[in-house]
Structure formats: C-alpha cells, structure tokens
C-alpha cells in the first residue's frame, strides 16, 4: 500500500483528490489538512460520508507517509514544503501551479503529462508538478502534431472553464488563488508555448490563448487552431497512432458535450480539418477537477510507483 498525505482539502481539487484516493485500492489515505482541524473530513469534503473516518489535521506534525500531494494555493506551497520537512524519500506532487515553468529547467522537478512524459515519471521523477488546467487541455488537443514536427504556424487557443475551477464565491475575473485572470492567462500561455518547444524544437510560432469562464461547473474545452498540410483522415490517423496506447484521450466522430466527460478521467478530442483553407481545428474537453486536476494528480502517482495507469481512476460519468 502506499501511504499518502494531502495538504489542503478546502481547495476544490483537494477535495476532488481525496474523493478518489479513498476508494483508490493500492492507498491509505494517512492523513489530510485543512483549516477546520479537529473536524471529521466528511463535514468538509461533500459526497464521503460512511467512507472515511480520518479527521481534519493541523500544520504540526504528521505522519510519514510516501507521497504527499500539495493542493493548496501557490503562494502558500513553499511555506507548506518547509514546515513539513519531508524526508528525501517522500514524493511529491503538486497541484499548485507553483513549479509548472521551472521543469525544464534542471531542477528537480518533472512536468506531469503523462501523454508526454510517461517513461521519465516511470523510471526517473521524484517531484512532479501538475499541468495547468487550461496548458493541459491545450497540450492534449496538439501533442500529436507536436511530436511530429507539424506545428509551424501560429496556434490559437481559445479556452472554456467551468466555474469549478475558481471555487465558491471566488469573483470569476481571478484564478482560483486569487491571481487576476490576465496574469493566470498569460502564465497558461506561456506553459503550453515551453511544452511546444520541448516536443518539437523547431517550434518558433507565436501561441495566442484566451481563457473564458462559463457556467458549466467542472467542464473544461479547448479549440486549437493551426495550419496544417496533411489531409484530413491522415491527421485522424496521426492522432489515432499516437494516443493507441495511452488510457485517458479518445478520438471521438462529433464534438464532445459536458456529459461526455464529466466526472471520469478523460479527455475526448475531435478533429476538424478544411483541406481547402488547410485549417485544422481541434476540439478538446475533459472534466475540470480530474482530468484536468486531481485525476492527472493520481495518475502521475500510479506511474511514480508502478502501478496501472488506470488504477483507482475507473470513474462513473454523469450522463447528463
């Protein structure tokens, strides 16, 4: 079993992660912070009721355990790193955002796309760092052109992000820590221009990203556009060849809806290609707190310590 530690479940996406570890079936969920101390974990995280006795822990210490995954905001994570002292053999994953534009960097932390990065989390990560929700749903849509050395002209973004991301009450011109949407939009961009030019070298081309807030709760959708030259079953087939092996992207024939997605660990991608204009348009969507969140967050765990990708991340769709 690995023994797991999760710092701040008042955050959404760390009450998303502990709804899933607590039924995740090679974890104990060791202990879990939060502002209420003292409290029972079910009066905080909705929809555990019967299925976890853990209180609530303060900041003092905890016990050992394996991996910790940082939720809270991340103007708050270097405080939580140096008052937790881990061991150096404590993982650590982090939800944050905090390191997202440092992995490449030579340090010690590794960027958590596991479509891109599955032998490097496998055989030689220790501290992984999260994708941003909206550079990830971005990175998923271009990937496979990416990784074949098609992306050469300049990539429009336009993203849609539930509510969910930004947390009850949060004013919807903010990032859920409270950073201005601009500035968030701008570090988003800029994470998914790196990432780019990581998988293809030659990548030179100029990324243009908005990021709008919409009603839908936990949707998260990207249409990318670029330029490409192949036609358009050849790019099906690019995209199809790429993500064969990978358990979490699906090619889909019509574009995906909320219900599609929601409450599971997928990202579903449909592809729309004008052979005249030689446009091709790719439209992404994933669940915001898994996929795009917590469900990114266990799958990195799942590869750091062998385990099957899929493991505790068979999740029910809402149908609706």
């Not at 449909?270 to 052979?275: A, H, P, S």
Request: charged share 20%; aromatic share 4%.
């Amino acid at each position: 079993m690995i023994d797991v530690g999760v710092c701040d479940c008042d955050h959404p996406r760390g009450a998303e992660l502990v709804r899933i570890l607590i039924n995740h079936p090679d974890v104990e969920l060791k202990w879990v912070t939060g502002s209420n101390a003292g409290q029972p974990i079910a009066r905080v995280v909705s929809g555990i009721v019967g299925e976890c006795d853990l209180t609530l822990s303060s900041e003092g210490p905890l016990d050992e355990v394996d991996v910790v995954f940082l939720c809270q905001g991340r103007q708050h994570v270097d405080a939580c790193l140096q008052a937790l002292a881990l061991p150096p053999t404590t993982r650590v994953i982090d939800l944050s955002g905090s390191h997202n534009l440092d992995t490449w960097s030579g340090g010690d932390w590794t960027y958590g796309l596991g479509e891109m990065q599955r032998r490097v989390l496998v055989h030689d990560a220790h501290h992984v760092a999260v994708p941003g929700n909206a550079a990830a749903v971005a990175l998923l849509a271009l990937m496979p052109m990416a990784r074949n050395l098609l992306v050469n002209s300049p990539v429009k973004l336009e993203v849609d992000m539930g509510a969910a991301a930004f947390g009850d009450g949060q004013v919807l011109s903010t990032d859920p820590d409270g950073i201005p949407l601009e500035r968030w939009t701008e570090e988003q961009r800029q994470e998914v221009a790196l990432v780019l030019q990581q998988c293809q070298s030659s990548f030179n081309q100029p990324v243009e990203m908005s990021i709008t807030p919409v009603d839908g709760r936990r949707w998260l959708a990207v249409t990318a556009q670029v330029r490409c030259g192949m036609d358009g079953d050849s790019v099906r087939q690019l995209y199809e060849e790429y993500y064969d092996d990978h358990n979490f992207v699906f090619m889909v024939d019509r574009r995906p809806v909320a219900a599609d997605v929601e409450n599971t660990n997928k990202c579903l991608i449909y592809l729309d290609k004008d052979d005249q204009t030689g446009m091709l348009t790719v439209h992404a969507m994933m669940d915001l707190l898994l996929k795009g969140s917590a469900g990114t967050a266990v799958h990195m765990m799942n590869l750091l310590f062998g385990l099957h990708e899929r493991a505790g991340l068979a999740l029910k769709g809402s149908g609706c």
